[in-house]
Structures are given as structure tokens and as C-alpha cells.
């Protein structure tokens, strides 16, 4: 179905659990990179992998904690081991539990306000600065972050999430910026509402929420995983080589810039 532009690139998908990080894992593995999915979920992550393995492609699992330095460090460490080196990272975690807590500015609890910005930014930094190393070693590679629409279209709610990857927007600039002479592109894809399985299977999504973000965008459907993903393989290979330090919104259009 797909080519081989990406045949064995050695990459690692951070929060590759379920969703839009499994649809990156079998995404890039398809088009034959050697793939490390890497998620505090380890089951999910190894259920992932085996279903690569068993399509003929080549993954595994390992756990990672984006809130534990020691846990980030161990993780890449382990993926560098078994792939040989590293020459790109998809880092897309983000604690979902932490989303459904963040109300407004009055009234969100600190906690879920410091639990989002530990894993959205913080995480973030600690993956970055485990993984930068060996792409540099390497002469160069490809850092993609999961950012979203909410950092620029503006909500009267979850302001945790919405400054986190407002402020992930600005790291990945920095990212791009600082090492872009040294062969090195980051890059953010930001999701609308996109449709996972995890989602549809959870009972919480109302005939009402999906009116009424299908109706905010001038298209058919819905998002779903396997759309972030091809952009995120896009980004990770050498057809997204000249491409650095940019905001790609994969949202049917419910957000325009």
C-alpha cells in the first residue's frame, strides 16, 4: 500500500500506546522503518508491536514515564541498543486523565495544571534531550511533536492543555532552530478532534459532540489516527527534509491559517 521511503530508518514513537502513536507505529513500519514503540501503557505498546511483527515488519516495545527523567533516559537507551542508532523520533504522549480535569482558569486544579505541563512540556524536553545525542551522532535526523489545534484557536476551557502545547510549539521552534545547521528537523503536527478506537469504544462521546464537531468543519468526517500518522511519516522521511521548525494543523480545515 505504501512505499519503502522510510526502509530502515530506525525510529522511535514516544506514546505509542493506542491511538494516533499505534497508527504512527504501523504507519512507519509500513513503509519499512525499524520502529521502537514506547509507552507507559507497555502492554498496549507490546500489543502494537507484535501486530507490526506479525505483518511482516519489524517493532518492539519498551515502558517509558515521561514524568522520570531515568525512566525517559532508559528507554531511548534501550531503543538505541536494539535499532543500532536513531534516526528520527515521533514524541506524542500526553496524559488524557489530566485533559478531562482542566476547566478553566478559576477553577483547575494546580495539580492538573503542573500534571500537564510535566508530561506536555517538561516530558517533552526530557525526550528531546535524550534522543538529540544519537541523531546527532548519526549526522542528523527528524524530531516530530504531537501539538494540537487548541494552542492556536483559543477555548473557553482546558487551559493546562491548550498553554502546554502552546509553549510545545515554541520549544519545537527552538529545537529546529538551534540544530537545524547540524542536520537536524522538528517539526509539530497538530490534530483537531480526531476519532481514535480508544474513543468511540469509551461510551463518553454523545451523538450531540460529534454534531457538533462535525459541523465545524468543512469536509465529510471526522479525523482519524491514520491521518496524523501519514503526516508524522511525511515529516520523518526525506520527502520532509527541507521542512523545519513548522506547525502542520491536520484538521479537516476546522482551523485555517
Not at 498553554?163 to 540544530?179: D, E, Y
Not at 481514535?196 to 469536509?219: K, Y
Not at 489516527?225 to 527541507?242: C, F, K
Request: net charge negative.
Amino acid at each position: 500500500m505504501y512505499g519503502n521511503r522510510l526502509q530502515d530508518k530506525a525510529i522511535i514513537v514516544i506514546g505509542s500506546g493506542s491511538g494516533i502513536g499505534a497508527a504512527t507505529v504501523r504507519r512507519l513500519a509500513a513503509e519499512g522503518a525499524r520502529v521502537c514503540a514506547a509507552d507507559i501503557n507497555e502492554a498496549g505498546a507490546k500489543a502494537v508491536a507484535d501486530e507490526v511483527v506479525a505483518m511482516g515488519g519489524e517493532a518492539f516495545a519498551v515502558y517509558i514515564d515521561l514524568a522520570d527523567e531515568e525512566s525517559v533516559n532508559a528507554a531511548v537507551a534501550a531503543a538505541v541498543e536494539r535499532l543500532g542508532g536513531l534516526d528520527g523520533a515521533h514524541i506524542n504522549a500526553a496524559d488524557l486523565r489530566a485533559i478531562m480535569q482542566d476547566s478553566d482558569a478559576l477553577d483547575v486544579d494546580l495539580a492538573v495544571f503542573d500534571r500537564t505541563l510535566a508530561i506536555n512540556l517538561r516530558g517533552h524536553l526530557l525526550c528531546t534531550r535524550a534522543v538529540l545525542p544519537h541523531l546527532l551522532a548519526g549526522g542528523g535526523g527528524a524530531i516530530v511533536y504531537t501539538s494540537s489545534g487548541s494552542a492556536d484557536s483559543g477555548e473557553p476551557v482546558r487551559p493546562s492543555y491548550g498553554t502546554s502545547k502552546s509553549g510545545l510549539n515554541a520549544f519545537m521552534r527552538h529545537v529546529a532552530s538551534r540544530w537545524g545547521r547540524e542536520g537536524i528537523t522538528a517539526n509539530c503536527v497538530a490534530p483537531g478532534f480526531t476519532l481514535t478506537p480508544e474513543m468511540q469504544q469509551s461510551g463518553q462521546l454523545s451523538q450531540q459532540l460529534l454534531d457538533g464537531m462535525m459541523s465545524r468543519i468543512p469536509g465529510r468526517r471526522l479525523g482519524r489516527p491514520e491521518d496524523i500518522a501519514g503526516v508524522a511519516a511525511m515529516l520523518l522521511s526525506e520527502d520532509g527534509r527541507w521542512i523545519n521548525g513548522q506547525v502542520y494543523n491536520v484538521n479537516g480545515g476546522a482551523l485555517m491559517r
